[in-house]
């Protein structure tokens, strides 16, 4: 059902909304997606809500090689990985 100020779901047993697909597909909200909902003046605000597990995040240490080898690649510094596996191939024979 629409309104003038935009579409009208219902409040089910469970206190449960249903976010109409067209609002979920602009803002790329899928099945078990995180939101924040919040009253804000007489108003239920809904933000989708982005989680970040501890185990993604980069250590100093690897953020400085991750920073380290995008500077190679800038620079052209770089071996492509089946070209390297020839190289240490041919490396490996010579010995």
């Given at each position: 059902?629409?309104?003038?100020?935009?579409?009208?779901?219902?409040?089910?047993?469970?206190?449960?909304?249903?976010?109409?697909?067209?609002?979920?597909?602009a803002l790329r909200l899928g099945i078990g997606d995180f939101v924040a909902v919040e009253r804000r003046d007489?108003?239920?605000?809904?933000?989708?809500?982005?989680?970040?597990?501890?185990?993604?995040?980069?250590?100093?240490?690897?953020?400085?090689?991750?920073?380290?080898?995008?500077?190679?690649?800038?620079?052209?510094?770089?071996?492509?990985?089946?070209?390297?596996?020839?190289?240490?191939?041919?490396?490996?024979?010579?010995?």
């Open positions: 059902m629409t309104s003038k100020k935009g579409t009208i779901s219902r409040l089910g047993q469970r206190r449960q909304v249903v976010i109409p697909k067209g609002i979920c597909d007489g108003a239920v605000v809904i933000r989708p809500q982005a989680f970040v597990d501890r185990d993604d995040v980069l250590t100093p240490s690897e953020a400085r090689g991750v920073k380290r080898g995008a500077r190679d690649v800038a620079a052209g510094k770089v071996v492509d990985w089946t070209q390297y596996k020839k190289t240490r191939a041919r490396d490996r024979k010579s010995r």
